[in-house]
């Protein structure tokens, strides 16, 4: 949705990455938000959002992957190459997708007995690769599985 220039994307438990095309163009990583992430949108640029995994973002800053692009083209290439699309899931991916199935019933207890974890590496992988608490994220899953009418 833009309004006055200003492009908000709801919270809804993704990271993204986003190339603008400008006179300098950059590329920047949103881990997932608990806010809505504005963008201040230039009349001039050309945006290009791409809607990844939630743990995507986190996993390329902490291996401090840099995309580097010169054109819309090369950066889709990039994020279609066989280095990105063939990481691996990994714990956290899975508690995330069990989170998603279950969202309604799961809990924190229920992810340490499923995964046999402790609450604090629970917490802490949701800390370090997601940026939100796991409280935090658990919200963001029920807010959007909860049915509207």
Same mark, same amino acid.
């Given at each position: ?19 603008? $095309?400008?006179?300098? !163009?950059? +590329?920047?990583?949103? #881990?997932?938000?608990?806010? /809505?992430?504005? %963008? ?32 819309? $083209?090369?950066?889709? !290439?990039? +994020?279609?190459?066989? #280095?990105?699309?063939?990481? /691996?899931?990994? %714990? ?32 802490? $992988? ?24």
């Amino acid at each position: 949705m833009s309004v006055n220039g200003i492009y908000t994307i709801q919270p809804e438990g993704h990271s993204y990455i986003i190339y603008k $095309l400008e006179n300098k !163009n950059t +590329i920047n990583y949103y #881990q997932p938000q608990v806010q /809505p992430l504005l %963008l201040n949108v230039k009349e001039n640029a050309v945006y290009y959002i791409v809607k990844c995994k939630p743990t995507f973002v986190g996993y390329l800053s902490l291996r401090k992957v840099e995309i580097i692009a010169l054109t819309p $083209l090369h950066f889709l !290439n990039c +994020i279609y190459s066989d #280095q990105f699309k063939n990481i /691996p899931p990994t %714990l956290l991916d899975n508690m995330l997708i069990h989170m998603w199935h279950d969202a309604d019933t799961i809990g924190l207890y229920d992810l340490k007995q499923r995964y046999q974890c402790s609450s604090i590496k629970i917490h802490s $992988l949701f800390k370090e690769i997601l940026g939100l608490s796991f409280d935090d994220y658990q919200k963001i899953v029920f807010k959007l599985r909860r049915p509207t009418h």
